[in-house]
């Protein structure tokens, strides 16, 4: 893995279930570079379609197997250690889709 990752890098990692408990070794999207730590989302070949899910039209220019989806609601910040390579990356398309959905969905709306 280079130092720098950026997004839309489509990166196969040690992806943690939400209790911390375990992993799966699984794609995932990187969304933000922290540094040492990253913003990644789930990739699942189960198709979903769910309103913070993606379609990733062009999955094998990505570097996956099969169709997948990139689940937005399925994020992770966690050390860059648990990638254990980059796969690919999206498309242009593929990635203003992800773009659209998390600037259309992911409004954060304070209330004080």
């Given amino acids: 893995m280079r130092a720098a990752n950026v997004f839309g890098d489509v990166v196969l990692c040690e992806f943690p279930f939400t209790s911390g408990a375990k ?4 794609p995932a999207l ?6 040492e730590d990253a913003l990644i ?3 699942t ?5 769910e309103p913070l899910d993606v379609q990733i039209r ?3 220019g990505a570097g996956l197997l099969r169709p997948s989806v990139a689940r937005l609601s399925r994020l992770v910040t966690a ?3 648990i990638f254990l390579r980059c796969l690919g990356r999206l498309t242009a398309g593929d990635a203003a889709a992800i773009a659209d959905c998390w600037n259309a969905k992911m ?3 304070v209330y004080v």
């Fill in 23 to 26: 992993s799966k070794i699984r």
């Fill in 30 to 35: 990187l969304l933000f570079d922290f540094g």
């Fill in 41 to 43: 989302c789930r990739i």
């Fill in 45 to 49: 070949s189960v198709l979903h379609s």
């Fill in 58 to 60: 062009d999955w094998r």
């Fill in 79 to 81: 050390e860059k250690t």
């Fill in 107 to 109: 409004k954060l709306r």
